[in-house]
């Protein structure tokens, strides 16, 4: 019987990092019978999926997704599945060997609970720089130490949610999720092409909070972030908190819990080069990472200028 569907989406994966992964989930000690491996090709034009070994899970299977980004993958992923406990794993995470059984315990026992997350802790290519700490969060790294919690919606974005990497949904809890998606209303997009915005992460939590379950952060599971060198470079990472701090507007306008009010368009050339000033963004890559990471946000609050000034 099939309790939980593992869901990778990937585009282009890279060779080390992917094997890595698909070597944690062959470790599981829940057995494999138990669960089921599905991978979402999103028009990758390289052919590691093609070489990779998964004969160690008989319900392995690659599908294509043609539609460009993850939110598209994760939908296919989805709407496969099988389990009734659907845990996402990126193609550069590690699970420790109890990340399923432990999964399938919490589902058990927490009935209310619809997503979980638990740590996640990098596994760094290269020594990282001594300021990244400052931007762990981006790299979707943390631990929230070692006390459960558990939340339910209170009118803004929990602390604790669960991130995408190793998130773990109960299957019942995301069908509003999958509806509004599949209506195209509100669609929030995730990783596509050049984007680095992350808003669906967030989407997917809150459509479960509004629907009226809970979602709990859990020590016990542990996962291993691979962050290769080049997501340690200002550059990436400026790109990065720009896209996602835009993203993050717009997810909680579609929520309707932004605290924020929009900023007229006109504005936000003004906006900006005044936060370059204050911010000193010139005198090293934390102040030019937040510089760019303001601008996300100036960007954001000017595209729902216009809808607030309609209310």
Request: hydrophobic share 40%.
């Amino acid at each position: 019987m099939i309790s939980i569907s593992v869901i990778i989406a990937t585009y282009n994966p890279d060779k080390n990092r992917l094997n890595r992964t698909l070597d944690g989930l062959r470790k599981q000690n829940l057995p494999v019978s138990n669960w089921e491996l599905i991978i979402i090709d999103n028009n990758s034009t390289n052919d590691m999926l093609s070489t990779a070994d998964l004969s160690w899970n008989p319900a392995a299977k690659v599908l294509a997704e043609s539609r460009q980004g993850l939110t598209h993958a994760r939908l296919k992923g989805f709407l496969e599945a099988r389990g009734q406990v659907i845990v996402m794993v990126d193609d550069d995470n590690i699970l420790e060997v109890n990340y399923l059984d432990q999964v399938l315990r919490i589902f058990r026992e927490k009935e209310g609970i619809g997503a979980i997350g638990g740590k996640s802790v990098p596994s760094f290519d290269s020594p990282p720089p001594l300021w990244l700490k400052e931007f762990y969060g981006n790299l979707a790294l943390r631990d929230l130490g070692e006390e459960i919690v558990i939340n339910k919606m209170n009118g803004e974005y929990p602390a604790a949610a669960p991130i995408g990497a190793g998130m773990a949904l109960r299957a019942e809890a995301i069908l509003p999720y999958i509806k509004g998606l599949q209506s195209k209303k509100g669609l929030i997009a995730d990783r596509q092409g050049y984007s680095l915005a992350s808003g669906g992460d967030n989407d997917l939590v809150l459509s479960i909070l509004n629907a009226g379950w809970e979602i709990g952060y859990f020590p016990s599971l542990v996962l291993h972030h691979i962050i290769p060198a080049q997501r340690m470079q200002p550059a990436y990472l400026a790109r990065l908190v720009n896209n996602t701090n835009k993203s993050w507007i717009a997810v909680l306008q579609k929520h309707k819990i932004n605290p924020w009010k929009g900023i007229a368009p006109w504005t936000v050339g003004l906006r900006k080069i005044k936060a370059w000033i204050t911010g000193r963004a010139w005198a090293g890559p934390v102040n030019y990472i937040k510089w760019r990471g303001a601008c996300g946000t100036f960007d954001g609050l000017a595209d729902i200028y216009h809808e607030d000034s309609n209310t």
